[in-house]
Each structure stands twice: as structure tokens, then as C-alpha cells.
């Protein structure tokens, strides 16, 4: 019989090597995360893959998954412990290799498998490990499917009917890059830079961008797991710095910049400025309806107002549907009600037919943004992005607060604001307006500037996001009005940035 996963083990020692290491806190909403090494170990990875092959049978699924790893150091050898379990589980695993998480996706449509399993820390430091999982293509697993691995993991449920299978499936890649660029060619002469941070999207996304007619100025695509530039991460600011640099050295008509694993794509126009992806979604949602009235769009929680307020989507007839942050809910929720596309302010997009299958691919998105330049020859990025209504927007801002207590943390600040429009009490010195409590609390009050509180769903940390379509001192006004009552909670700690 297989151990129990015991929640803590000490590193160098023979419990650690001989039972199975699952901190609890790992199962996230939608997908896990652990720093390998103290919180998770590989026996506790091989638990996992027992555990997921698990809930398939358990979900009525055919036990057949797809998996890949991205590039970090230890990626291969936690897939192939993941692969271990998954097989004694009594599933076949389709091996894909390296892998953007993206390519993972497209592996379920293009092997007809219904699972997936990509082993991938995605944005997060170097030390992190996670696995994004799926058991009904093109969505990936929620709160409902999380906690029951959680119960079956950490109880060590375990149906171990034997007889999985493994192969790796060669050629993938080019399957997929193939699937991208079959496609029209950009008609506009584009000089776009491609910014990987030596991530895994080093590997495929300049030959994308290449392949549909850009001239590509690469930065930073050369694989290495160190990641000695900075994070791959298209919400850290060096790495948008290092994109900034790069448009105005070379003189770009834009810097596209992907994640660690290839899901998220972040954008700095012409002039050297982030446009927030939550903008450019905007600007691809006037693009898109423009071509197909009466448009239907998902974005999140954390995302610009301008949504609901822009002339140009009215005139378009477009509407737009606020839901909760998070990939999974996001990808689940667009394809509930048949948006067209959905946009999430980290960068993670969204496509249905005709532009992709429904999940998050930062290739795709980047396309699309070179093909609404494509459309509009005689303007810029920056050009684009002035067109819009203006706002004031804040960073995704992120003070710390323990796993543990995040939650908790955030059901008070909800209740203290539904308790403070009920009580007609005044935030940044007007009445609340309107407040959306789908995943925290957003707060708008009467001349539209809002802000939000969100527990994250990847890091011990909370979300704060503030924007006011007024002037800078109102968001400024917002941030204090929300940050005095984060303060009211000695578990809050301090901002990783602030406005």
C-alpha cells in the first residue's frame, strides 16, 4: 500500500526519501503549485499522478492524458514522476515533451485525448512546481475537481488498477506550430520584438511571429533555466522594462513579451509604454466586434471598466460579462455562454472559433494583436491605445498574506464593504455604486472609479487592483480607501509594488 502523504518532511533525511511529501495548501482553485524541495518531494509527486488518475476513472473519463513539462531545471523529473503515478493508475500517457503549456492544449484535439497534465510553474519564481490539469477538453479543472484530489491525495485514496501505458509522441511541436501559422500572412510590414525571458516560449514563439510575416527582434529567447535576466513573467516590471528598452533601440512597431509557460502574453506599444492587458483587450474587443456585431465577452474581475462604458463596443452592439480572475474559470465561463473571447488583466486570452479552441494560448493573442494592426495600416499601438477612453489604472498589486488565512482575510474585507453600502458609508468620499462579489470584491462608486480585493490563487498573497476613469489623485483616493481596510488586518503585509 502507498504512504500517506505526510503535510512537512525534512530534506536529507530518510523519511524524506522514503514516504511521500504533499504540503496541503498546494491544491490551489484551479490548479497546484509547491516550492519542490519543502513542500512537495517527488514520491509526493508520484502520489499526485495516483491521485489524478484516480479522479478520471472516478469522473467517467477514458484514462488516456496528455502530459509536458516546461523549461526549468527540474520540470522533467517531477513529469516523470508524475507520469509513475498516473500509469499505475492504469492510464495511458501521451508524452509530449518540452512543451509551452498552450501545446499541451492543442495535444488533447490533436491525439483525441480527453486529459491533460502539464507539469509547469507557469509565471512563478524559479523553485516552484505545478501541474495545470484538465479531464473535459478545452476547459481545466475548478474548485470542485481540486478539492476532491485534494481529499483523494492527502488520503491516499488511491485506485491503483495497473495496466497504464507511456509513449512519447514525436513531432508534436511542429504539429502545432504548423496549426498556428496556417494562415494568411500579415499584410503591414511589422517589426515586432519577442520578448521570452529565457523561458520556454523561447522555443517556438519567434518562429510564429517569423513564420506569419513579422520581422522579429528577438530578446532574451535563448532557453536557460536559470532565468539570469529576470522572471518570465509579463507582469514584472523588469521584464517590461527590458521590453521598453528593446522597441526604442530598434524601433518596433511593438514588444510582445510570454510568460514561462507560454499561456500569457504582455505588450509594450511603439513609444515604449505596457499597455495592461486588460487595455489591450479592450482594443481587440473593438477590432473583433467590428468585424462581428453583437459580440459576446468574458474578463475578469481585475479588468478595466472601460468595457462596459467604451462608445465604439455599444455601437458595435458588444456586450461584456465581469467573472472571476483565474484561468480556469475564465476558459470555463467563456465557453458557457459562447463569448468570443474572454480577457484576463495577466495576460491570460482567450479564443473560440474562429481564432482558437477556447484555452489560453499567448501565441494566439499575440496574432491577434498583430492582426489589428494588420486592419488599421495607418496607425500605431499607441495610436490604438490613445483611441480608447481614458483611465487611470493601477499595477496588479500584491501585499503578502499566508495561505492560510488569505480567505478569511478577504470574506471580511466583503462583508465590510457590502455592510458599508448598505450602510450608505462613504469610500474615497462617494457612495458605492455598484459592488461584484463573484471573486472578492470589486467596489465601484458614483463617478466610476472602483478597486478591488482579491485572495490569489497561485501565491500566499491578496490582489489589490484600483482604476478610476476621473483623474490619478481619484485612483490615488481608491487605494487608500482600500488599502485603510486591508491595514485593519495584521496579516496583511507589504505590497511586492505599489501606485
Same mark, same amino acid.
Not at 369 to 385: F, G, I
Given at each position: 500500500?502507498?504512504?500517506?502523504?505526510?503535510?512537512?518532511?525534512?530534506?536529507?533525511?530518510?523519511?524524506?526519501?522514503?514516504?511521500?511529501?504533499?504540503?496541503?495548501?498546494?491544491?490551489?482553485?484551479?490548479?497546484?503549485?509547491?516550492?519542490?524541495?519543502?513542500?512537495?518531494?517527488?514520491?509526493?509527486?508520484?502520489?499526485?499522478?495516483?491521485?489524478?488518475?484516480?479522479?478520471?476513472?472516478?469522473?467517467?473519463?477514458?484514462?488516456?492524458?496528455?502530459?509536458?513539462?516546461?523549461?526549468?531545471?527540474?520540470?522533467?523529473?517531477?513529469?516523470?514522476?508524475?507520469?509513475?503515478?498516473?500509469?499505475?493508475?492504469? @492510464?495511458?500517457?501521451?508524452?509530449?515533451?518540452?512543451?509551452?503549456?498552450?501545446?499541451?492544449?492543442?495535444?488533447?484535439?490533436?491525439?483525441?485525448?480527453?486529459?491533460?497534465?502539464?507539469?509547469?510553474?507557469?509565471?512563478?519564481?524559479?523553485?516552484?512546481?505545478?501541474?495545470?490539469?484538465?479531464?473535459?477538453?478545452?476547459?481545466?479543472?475548478?474548485?470542485?475537481?481540486?478539492?476532491?484530489?485534494?481529499?483523494?491525495?492527502?488520503?491516499?485514496?488511491?485506485?491503483?488498477?495497473?495496466?497504464?501505458?507511456?509513449?512519447?509522441?514525436?513531432?508534436?511541436?511542429?504539429?502545432?506550430?504548423?496549426?498556428?501559422?496556417?494562415?494568411?500572412?500579415?499584410?503591414?510590414?511589422?517589426?515586432?520584438?519577442?520578448?521570452? *525571458?529565457?523561458?520556454?516560449?523561447?522555443?517556438?514563439?519567434?518562429?510564429?511571429?517569423?513564420?506569419?510575416?513579422?520581422?522579429?527582434?528577438?530578446?532574451?529567447?535563448?532557453?536557460?533555466?536559470?532565468?539570469?535576466?529576470?522572471?518570465?513573467?509579463?507582469?514584472?516590471?523588469?521584464?517590461?522594462?527590458?521590453?521598453?528598452?528593446?522597441?526604442?533601440?530598434?524601433?518596433?512597431?511593438?514588444?510582445?513579451?510570454?510568460?514561462?509557460?507560454?499561456?500569457?502574453?504582455?505588450?509594450?506599444?511603439?513609444?515604449?509604454?505596457?499597455?495592461?492587458?486588460?487595455?489591450?483587450?479592450?482594443?481587440?474587443?473593438?477590432?473583433?466586434?467590428?468585424?462581428?456585431?453583437?459580440?459576446?465577452?468574458?474578463?475578469?474581475?481585475?479588468?478595466?471598466?472601460?468595457?462596459?462604458?467604451?462608445?465604439?463596443?455599444?455601437?458595435? *452592439?458588444?456586450?461584456?460579462?465581469?467573472?472571476?480572475?483565474?484561468?480556469?474559470?475564465?476558459?470555463?465561463?467563456?465557453?458557457?455562454?459562447?463569448?468570443?473571447?474572454?480577457?484576463?488583466?495577466?495576460?491570460?486570452?482567450?479564443?473560440?472559433?474562429?481564432?482558437?479552441?477556447?484555452?489560453?494560448?499567448?501565441?494566439?493573442?499575440?496574432?491577434?494583436? @498583430?492582426?489589428?494592426?494588420?486592419?488599421?495600416?495607418?496607425?500605431?499601438?499607441?495610436?490604438?491605445?490613445?483611441?480608447?477612453?481614458?483611465?487611470?489604472?493601477?499595477?496588479?498589486?500584491?501585499?503578502?498574506?499566508?495561505?492560510?488565512?488569505?480567505?478569511?482575510?478577504?470574506?471580511?474585507?466583503?462583508?465590510?464593504?457590502?455592510?458599508?453600502?448598505?450602510?450608505?458609508?462613504?469610500?474615497?468620499?462617494?457612495?458605492?455604486?455598484?459592488?461584484?462579489?463573484?471573486?472578492?470584491?470589486?467596489?465601484?462608486?458614483?463617478?466610476?472609479?472602483?478597486?478591488?480585493?482579491?485572495?490569489?490563487?497561485?501565491?500566499?498573497?491578496?490582489?489589490?487592483?484600483?482604476?478610476?476613469?476621473?483623474?490619478?489623485?481619484?485612483?490615488?483616493?481608491?487605494?487608500?480607501?482600500?488599502?485603510?481596510?486591508?491595514?485593519?488586518?495584521?496579516?496583511?503585509?507589504?505590497?511586492?509594488?505599489?501606485?
Amino acid at each position: 500500500m502507498f504512504p500517506t502523504p505526510k503535510p512537512a518532511l525534512v530534506p536529507n533525511t530518510y523519511a524524506y526519501e522514503s514516504e511521500p511529501l504533499v504540503k496541503p495548501t498546494g491544491f490551489r482553485e484551479y490548479d497546484a503549485r509547491w516550492l519542490f524541495g519543502s513542500e512537495i518531494n517527488l514520491m509526493g509527486v508520484q502520489a499526485l499522478g495516483m491521485g489524478l488518475g484516480t479522479l478520471i476513472r472516478e469522473l467517467g473519463v477514458a484514462p488516456e492524458i496528455v502530459t509536458g513539462h516546461d523549461f526549468r531545471g527540474y520540470s522533467a523529473a517531477i513529469k516523470y514522476a508524475l507520469i509513475t503515478g498516473l500509469m499505475a493508475a492504469g @492510464c495511458r500517457v501521451h508524452d509530449i515533451g518540452l512543451a509551452v503549456t498552450p501545446m499541451a492544449y492543442f495535444a488533447q484535439f490533436d491525439l483525441d485525448v480527453p486529459c491533460v497534465a502539464m507539469v509547469t510553474a507557469s509565471h512563478n519564481d524559479n523553485g516552484w512546481t505545478g501541474v495545470k490539469m484538465g479531464a473535459n477538453r478545452p476547459l481545466t479543472f475548478g474548485p470542485d475537481e481540486m478539492t476532491r484530489l485534494k481529499e483523494i491525495v492527502l488520503g491516499a485514496r488511491f485506485d491503483l488498477k495497473g495496466g497504464g501505458a507511456y509513449r512519447f509522441v514525436a513531432g508534436l511541436a511542429e504539429r502545432y506550430l504548423a496549426d498556428l501559422t496556417d494562415r494568411p500572412k500579415i499584410g503591414r510590414r511589422l517589426k515586432v520584438v519577442c520578448a521570452c *525571458g529565457n523561458g520556454t516560449a523561447g522555443a517556438f514563439a519567434p518562429q510564429v511571429l517569423e513564420a506569419v510575416g513579422c520581422e522579429v527582434v528577438r530578446l532574451d529567447c535563448e532557453l536557460d533555466h536559470t532565468f539570469p535576466n529576470y522572471n518570465p513573467n509579463t507582469e514584472d516590471m523588469k521584464m517590461l522594462h527590458a521590453m521598453r528598452d528593446a522597441v526604442l533601440a530598434s524601433g518596433a512597431d511593438v514588444a510582445l513579451g510570454f510568460d514561462g509557460d507560454g499561456d500569457r502574453c504582455g505588450v509594450v506599444d511603439d513609444e515604449g509604454d505596457e499597455i495592461f492587458a486588460d487595455k489591450v483587450g479592450a482594443m481587440l474587443a473593438r477590432d473583433i466586434s467590428a468585424q462581428q456585431p453583437n459580440s459576446v465577452f468574458v474578463v475578469d474581475v481585475k479588468s478595466t471598466g472601460i468595457f462596459m462604458t467604451d462608445p465604439v463596443l455599444a455601437a458595435n *452592439g458588444a456586450r461584456t460579462e465581469y467573472w472571476k480572475t483565474g484561468h480556469s474559470y475564465m476558459k470555463r465561463r467563456v465557453n458557457e455562454i459562447g463569448a468570443v473571447a474572454g480577457f484576463e488583466k495577466s495576460g491570460h486570452f482567450f479564443f473560440n472559433k474562429p481564432l482558437g479552441r477556447g484555452y489560453d494560448d499567448g501565441l494566439i493573442f499575440a496574432l491577434a494583436v @498583430c492582426d489589428m494592426l494588420d486592419r488599421n495600416p495607418d496607425k500605431s499601438m499607441a495610436d490604438l491605445k490613445r483611441a480608447l477612453p481614458r483611465t487611470w489604472s493601477s499595477p496588479t498589486m500584491a501585499p503578502h498574506c499566508a495561505d492560510e488565512v488569505k480567505y478569511g482575510v478577504v470574506d471580511a474585507v466583503v462583508k465590510h464593504f457590502e455592510e458599508a453600502r448598505a450602510e450608505g458609508v462613504l469610500i474615497a468620499g462617494q457612495k458605492i455604486r455598484d459592488l461584484v462579489t463573484v471573486n472578492g470584491v470589486r467596489v465601484t462608486v458614483e463617478d466610476g472609479t472602483w478597486g478591488l480585493v482579491r485572495a490569489s490563487s497561485n501565491k500566499p498573497e491578496l490582489v489589490v487592483v484600483v482604476e478610476s476613469p476621473v483623474s490619478r489623485e481619484r485612483m490615488h483616493e481608491m487605494f487608500r480607501a482600500v488599502d485603510g481596510v486591508l491595514r485593519t488586518h495584521e496579516e496583511v503585509g507589504a505590497y511586492n509594488q505599489t501606485i
